[in-house]
């Protein structure tokens, strides 16, 4: 939890953006600029302020790391590898001396390896040293600035509640087809389906996060889950009420 714990840093900017910057600058001869809305932006690419719901994402706050409300912060959008550079530890440097200019235009962070627990963080892949994650978000916004790479984008919560409901009501659909149509069979076809439909679903949501999109698959595949289960559920279970309808009420009865 980065937001619990208690920073010295003085700067008002995050050491991957000012490497960013400065990088831009340097080689493009701009760089990032403010627009309107407070947004940073490098020529048609925009670096959007994280809002207060972001996908599954929620914002926290706390006035004494964000007192305005209103901080600059992107989602980290990782690389497949972790590693978004080359890493080179100092006995490679001292037995291998590299070639002069093997640095040239290149972005060089100094910092602990894998060996220091206590500069270890836990991202989706894992845990990382903090000075790969200044990596990454570096490489994310050049990358972005320079190639249009995509940055992580979300829908609404109402689009997300549509994709999930829509979701729920196709996999409803096949899976009470599966049972009407193999009966000797129905849960043995039930489950088969939503094993099937489950990792339809997870390799349509990785497909799409590689995109660049952030889709609700965990709310949407408990949703199936449950229809199955419902499903399974013997056709004669009745729910039995803690109390008794009379037969006759006199409200009704012929006066």
């Known amino acids: 939890d980065l937001v619990g714990q208690t920073s010295f840093c003085q700067s008002e900017f995050s050491l991957a953006w000012q490497l960013a910057y400065r990088y831009l600058w340097q080689t493009q001869g701009e760089s990032l600029i403010l627009d309107d809305d407070q947004n940073w932006q490098f020529q048609h690419q925009k670096f959007r302020r994280l809002p207060g719901r972001f996908g599954a994402y929620q914002k926290p706050f706390n006035p004494q790391f964000f007192p305005t409300g209103n901080s600059a912060e992107i989602l980290i959008n990782y690389r497949a590898s972790p590693y978004p550079g ?35 963080f836990m991202t989706p892949l894992g845990p990382i040293p903090g000075v790969w994650i200044h990596a990454s978000v570096a490489s994310q916004m050049i990358s972005q600035a320079l190639e249009g790479r995509s940055p992580l984008r979300t829908f609404s919560f109402w689009g997300d509640g549509l ?4 979701g729920t009501l196709v996999s409803t659909v096949l899976l009470a087809g599966l049972k009407h149509l193999f009966p000797a069979y129905d849960k043995g076809v039930i489950i088969a389906g939503l094993t099937g439909i489950l990792i339809v679903t ?6 799409a996060f590689i995109q660049g999109y952030w889709l609700p698959l965990i709310p949407g595949q408990l949703a199936i889950v449950g229809v199955g289960i419902l499903l399974l559920l013997p056709a004669d279970l009745s729910l039995k009420l803690p109390f008794k309808f009379p037969e006759h009420s006199g409200y009704f009865e012929n006066t």
């Not at 994709?163 to 829509?166: D, K, T």
């Open 202 to 207: 997870y390799l349509g949501a990785r497909m």
């Open 163 to 166: 994709m999930v409901f829509g």
């Open 86 to 120: 080359k890493r080179l530890t100092l006995t490679d440097l001292l037995e291998n001396p590299p070639e002069p200019g093997s640095f040239a235009d290149k972005i060089v962070l100094v910092g602990y390896g894998e060996h220091l627990p206590d500069e270890q």
